[in-house]
């Protein structure tokens, strides 16, 4: 097992937790937590559209703030990618 590289040692599932929280920087954790954590923050983004827009703003801003440009980052993608359809 590689020790040196972030998150070494714990289940992946922690791992995921910390860069969620904000404990770990997404550039930080191996690309498979990264995976992981952008289909959780495509979850999020959808959660937070499917909102009544006056509830978006404080929704966001209980998300932490290394987190949250990717969720603004996905609900931008997600409103254009829904325009577009249209």
């Known amino acids: 097992m590689c020790w040196s590289s972030p998150g070494a040692g714990e289940r992946p599932s922690v791992t995921l ?7 770990l920087a997404m550039q930080d954790a191996p690309e498979a937590i990264r995976s992981w954590a952008r289909l959780e923050i495509y979850t999020g983004a959808k959660a937070i559209l499917a909102m009544p827009f006056s509830r978006r703003k404080s929704a966001l801003q209980n998300i932490p703030e290394s987190v949250r ?8 993608r997600l409103h254009n990618e829904k325009k577009a359809r249209r």
């Open 17 to 23: 937790r910390r860069v969620l929280t904000g404990d």
């Open 69 to 76: 440009p990717y969720v603004q980052k996905e609900m931008i």
